[in-house]
């Protein structure tokens, strides 16, 4: 027996932003409310799918008409990713209720590794929309292996101008950090820690970036995180 959800959507259209992330973007259900950073619990309504169920942030703000996800696809495993790269228009999205996911708490550093970068999008634009210049008193750090797979490039660059700092772990490409985020690299770029650091990433990321945040002398209570520590 599948899990009941409160909300059905329609698939609007599903657009690759690079080899392998989509954008999904559906109708918003009736009635539906969230709020910027928050996320919910999301399947396809077809046979085959009643427990392939997993978490996504909501990546635009409550004021659009529709909803949008920022999804990593994982080709061979036949699971709800693969399927939802393969949904066409029409084709019908179960959603649960929203809940808190991340939580704008005044400015900083935003930290993001990949698809990572989701929740802050939002944030970003709900910023904008209240006629704030991002790139003052913010700054973003985004991690990825190549350049292949940074998403969003051309409008983070736009939103953070030199506030952007592009770290690449597996190949070199221009003027890009190269390497990982370690307490060595934070100690170069983060010009103070008494401000607020949002990290987003894998568990592994999210745990270590966290640390090395503290080990420079960064209060832990600034830090927020998506998974809890």
Not at 121 to 144: T, W
Not at 176 to 199: A, E, M, P, R
Request: hydrophobic content about 40%; glycine content about 6%.
């Amino acid at each position: 027996m599948g899990l009941i959800f409160p909300y059905k959507a329609k698939v609007i259209q599903v657009t690759y932003v690079n080899h392998d992330v989509v954008l999904l973007k559906i109708t918003k259900p009736w009635k539906f409310e969230f709020n910027v950073g928050q996320a919910v619990d999301l399947s396809i309504d077809k046979p085959g799918y009643e427990l392939a169920v997993a978490p996504f942030t909501i990546a635009n703000v409550p004021t659009d008409n529709y909803l949008e996800f920022v999804i990593k696809i994982y080709p061979t495993e036949n699971g709800l990713t693969k399927g939802i790269s393969e949904l066409l228009t029409n084709d019908t999205i179960q959603l649960s209720k929203a809940w808190d996911s991340y939580k704008y708490d005044g400015s900083g550093t935003f930290i993001a590794a990949g698809t990572g970068i989701t929740p802050f999008l939002p944030i970003f634009k709900d910023l904008q929309g209240k006629g704030i210049d991002v790139k003052h008193d913010h700054n973003l750090i985004y991690a990825n292996k190549t350049k292949d797979d940074v998403i969003f490039y051309k409008k983070l660059k736009q939103l953070f101008s030199s506030n952007l700092s592009l770290i690449l772990s597996r190949s070199k490409y221009g003027s890009h950090y190269f390497g990982k985020i370690d307490k060595v690299f934070l100690l170069k770029l983060v010009k103070s820690t008494d401000q607020k650091f949002y990290i987003c990433g894998p568990r592994k990321f999210e745990e270590d970036v966290r640390t090395h945040l503290i080990t420079i002398g960064v209060n832990q209570d600034y830090i927020e995180t998506g998974y809890k520590f």
